[in-house]
């Protein structure tokens, strides 16, 4: 048997994901329809808990938070946008 393969997963419940991004239900669900204007093919995709309970996994929230402040942080530089991602990653993993 394996010992503990994933020490650190964490699963968000939609409110919790709600209060984590500071965006509304219908928001979150708008940015995973790809018909919605608001859709985003990067926005972390919710796993299947139970028949009828979803969640989301907080490390995938943190590369798409970590993406959208590197993107707006950037100003459409490439290069500064990856720095951006680089010093929100350590910054994530030294106080997560």
């Not at 969640?55 to 959208?68: C, F, M, N, P, Q």
Request: with cysteine.
């Amino acid at each position: 048997m394996l010992e503990n393969p994933t020490p650190n997963l964490k699963i968000l419940r939609l409110k919790q994901l709600q209060m984590r991004i500071q965006q509304s239900r219908s928001t979150i669900y708008d940015r995973l329809n790809p018909k919605s204007p608001r859709f985003d093919s990067k926005f972390p995709r919710p796993i299947k808990l139970s028949a009828l309970s979803i969640g989301w996994i907080v490390a995938e929230t943190d590369e798409w938070l970590i993406g959208r402040i590197a993107v707006s942080r950037s100003g459409g530089r490439p290069a500064h946008a990856k720095r951006v991602t680089q010093i929100c990653a350590i910054t994530l993993q030294t106080t997560g």
